[in-house]
């Protein structure tokens, strides 16, 4: 047990040194996230594409022309995304479900409106949206509104308008860019140790050095834990500097517990990690990992619902492979907290990523010196040779 202890330990220190002797890379693992952070405050747009559930209350109590027409106009498709697809439910449901974080939007068409309307007064709705971040405000109000000016022109010529009231979620709304930098975190993080243990282990292949850890007849469990240690340690040190952009750029910090956070994360880490020893013993060449890790990172970003509100996700987590896959379970519980610092899945999440990680840290180092120790040049020499031959023999 000492021996093993004393072989993580020497791999941690060695791998400590390789990168401290590599700035630009460091530079390269911090800046290109923030590229990412940088591009996506811009370009988000977060459109509800598949339409916006909205709860509708109505508490006039003798609904006549105006108020129906009012609710068909709502009820109706909207050419412009996002559609408002309205259930009709009682204020204490809706309230419910608001507070829950199952609805992001609830119009309430008050008594006396219909009354108000007729004798040319003026008179309002009301919306409760979830003001998680501007995006999601913003794409709640804007088809009420739209909704709204086409009611005015179709009912309203010459009447006094109906106006709303806003009644927020949460006290403070919080801008795109501090909102993303939770999410994109979690892309970081996993770009970034996808790419560490990776790039570390094509540094073997070339620097010839793979033969000794091979011939050293040390556990490959402790050599390869040294390597997955130090990538999880290399993959958060973006995440301050995530914070503090959107907050040196806004004076807000994201919503949520950055212990609850970091709980999840970790595992991320040593999952992805995990990963990219296998990619890096595969690849064998540092020029390949870049890439991989970066396309791997966006597609767990984009999969798990990394641009996605809050909505989108659960309706995506409907089959068993997605509750169950880690591929979710760290983005369902860091957004939840984030919209609503609701913590319902954070047991049930972290327990999922936590038994995925430790399964490929066990399984990661054996496949990984197994695929190490295959000469792919010998196969593909041996197949294009095999080959020729059929060839020959046919054309004979």
Not at 65 to 87: C, G, Q, V, W
Not at 91 to 115: K, R, S, Y
Request: charge should be neutral; aromatic fraction near 12%; glycine fraction near 6%.
């Amino acid at each position: 047990m000492l021996i093993a202890l004393r072989v993580l330990q020497a791999s941690m220190t060695k791998e400590i040194r390789i990168w401290k002797r590599r700035p630009r890379m460091i530079a390269m693992i911090i800046m290109l996230p923030l590229l990412f952070l940088g591009a996506f405050s811009i370009l988000m747009g977060g459109v509800y594409t598949m339409g916006i559930d909205v709860a509708l209350v109505v508490e006039e109590e003798h609904p006549g022309f105006y108020t129906n027409a009012l609710i068909e106009t709502l009820s109706e498709p909207d050419p412009i995304p996002p559609s408002l697809r309205l259930t009709q439910m009682d204020a204490e449901t809706a309230n419910t479900l608001f507070q829950n974080g199952e609805i992001q939007l609830v119009i309430i068409i008050p008594a006396g409106f219909e009354q108000a309307i007729k004798n040319n007064q003026s008179t309002s709705i009301i919306l409760k949206i979830n003001n998680a971040h501007e995006d999601m405000t913003k794409n709640l109000r804007m088809p009420v509104f739209r909704k709204l000016d086409q009611f005015y022109q179709e009912y309203l010529p010459q009447s006094a308008p109906v106006s709303f009231e806003y009644v927020p979620y949460q006290e403070h709304t919080f801008p795109r860019l501090a909102y993303m930098a939770w999410t994109l975190s979690i892309y970081s993080i996993m770009f970034t140790s996808l790419l560490t243990a990776g790039s570390s282990m094509t540094q073997e292949f070339e620097n010839d050095t793979l033969c000794e850890l091979i011939m050293s007849n040390q556990s490959p469990v402790s050599i390869y834990s040294g390597k997955l240690i130090v990538a999880v340690m290399i993959s958060h040190i973006g995440v301050p500097l995530f914070f503090a952009f959107p907050f040196i750029a806004y004076g807000v910090w994201p919503f949520g517990n950055i212990f609850v956070f970091l709980s999840l994360t970790v595992p991320l880490a040593l999952f992805s990690s995990s990963l990219g020893l296998m990619l890096g013993a595969s690849l064998r060449n540092s020029v390949y990992v870049v890439p991989l890790s970066s396309l791997l990172a966006l597609f767990y970003w984009f999969g798990g619902g990394g641009i996605a509100p809050l909505m989108q996700i659960t309706n995506g987590l409907d089959s068993l492979f997605l509750i169950f896959s880690p591929l979710s379970s760290v983005y369902r519980s860091a957004i939840t907290m984030l919209i609503s610092g609701d913590l319902t899945f954070y047991l049930f999440d972290l327990a999922t990523i936590g038994v995925f990680s430790m399964i490929m840290m066990i399984v990661a180092p054996i496949l990984t010196m197994k695929i190490a120790g295959i000469d792919y040049h010998r196969l593909l020499s041996k197949l294009l040779i095999g080959q020729h031959r059929i060839g020959r023999s046919r054309v004979t």
